[in-house]
């Protein structure tokens, strides 16, 4: 089983899952986890434009993210801060461009039940804000993350993707991403019918690599 069919089917069956969800409370989630970092980046991957700059967001400074998005409030920032997560910002002056957060504890999502490997982070929550997406800050800002995390003696990296999100596959793929675990969860308003860890199948050696 490839990782995704195509560009166009998997967007499609994203926004189907999507308005089952949103209409019938019918969440149907098949995810893969991710193995980040271990092979070399394209320089070219890793390059920001050169009027940006790395951070990392302080309990000092926390403001600068806050309402950056719709999960963003300060007590869920001071909470993820307060925990020991990292989070990595991407900057143009003063202008937070983006950011991505990282848990050296395990992975956190709310279903998943992989446990995190010794020496690694899980990555989460990237967010380039909409004034400059399309400008290349995802990858640099993956490796300036990469950077950041290997200076405190991170060794590994591990995210999560949703099978039918496309342009987040390629994008690991681009990296170098391997996927090492596959979960589906099906779930009907709270009632959980199923979630658990199914077999990844072998590429085929006659198909196109995507992206």
């Known amino acids: 089983m490839p990782l995704t069919n195509s560009s166009q089917y998997g967007l499609f069956t994203q926004r ?22 271990h092979t070399p ?13 790395v951070e990392q967001l302080t309990l ?16 869920e920032i001071l909470r993820r801060l307060e925990a020991g997560h990292l989070c990595t910002l991407v900057c ?9 957060w990282a848990d050296l504890q395990e992975i ?12 690694h982070a899980y990555l989460y929550d990237a967010f380039v804000a909409n004034d400059f997406r399309g400008s290349g800050l995802a990858s640099g800002m993956r490796a300036a993350c990469y950077a950041q995390l290997r200076e405190q003696g991170v060794t590994g990296f ?3 993707s949703d099978q ?29 019918v ?4 199914a077999a990844l199948a072998q590429p085929s050696h006659h198909s196109e690599k995507s992206g």
């Open 16 to 37: 189907l899952l999507q308005r089952l969800n949103k209409h019938l409370a019918i969440t149907y989630q098949p995810y893969f986890v991710f193995r980040e970092g």
């Open 41 to 53: 980046l394209d320089p070219a991957w890793q390059k920001l434009p050169d009027d940006f700059h």
């Open 60 to 75: 000092q400074d926390y403001t600068q993210v806050v309402g950056l998005s719709s999960w963003a409030t300060a007590e």
């Open 92 to 100: 143009q002056g003063e202008t937070v461009a983006g950011y991505t």
């Open 108 to 119: 956190n999502d709310a279903h998943c039940d992989y446990p995190l490997p010794a020496g």
């Open 158 to 160: 591990v995210s999560i």
């Open 164 to 192: 039918f999100n496309t342009p987040a596959l390629k994008f690991k793929q681009r990296l170098g991403g391997e996927p090492i675990a596959l979960y589906r969860l099906l779930q009907i308003g709270r009632w959980r």
């Open 194 to 197: 199923f979630h658990y860890r």
